[in-house]
């Protein structure tokens, strides 16, 4: 199972997901949490496309996280894996705020579950 397909990101495949677990003996310590495309893994194409940088992808990569978050709880997994992306690192930069903001919708969305 990867985290890559939002649409795998059901309780029926979480439900899998804990039987195969069991049946391994094997504890499941995260979630790889993939957003939906674009991406380029490089250091050209990456820091406009991944994360939750790119702000017209931001929305629906929220949703996505805090779903995989939910799929987390189903597979008794505590915790979410994935790249925020290229978070600027000065912080007077105008997109920092908005990439903090979207980190922390997700994180206390994570908290409360």
């Known amino acids: 199972m990867c985290g890559w397909d939002i649409g795998q990101c059901t309780p029926e495949i979480a439900e899998r997901v804990v039987r195969d677990a069991k049946a391994a003996n094997v504890r499941v310590c995260a979630v790889w949490a993939g957003v939906p495309r674009p991406a380029e893994w490089n250091f050209t194409g990456g820091p406009v496309t991944l994360g939750l940088v790119p702000e017209e992808y931001r929305a629906e990569r929220i949703d996505a996280l805090k779903k995989w978050a939910d799929f987390a ?32 919708e997700v994180a206390l969305y994570c908290e409360q579950l």
């Open 73 to 104: 709880v189903w597979v008794h997994a505590p915790a979410i894996i994935t790249h925020c992306g290229f978070i600027p690192e000065n912080l007077t930069d105008p997109a920092y705020p908005g990439v903090v903001e979207a980190i922390r």
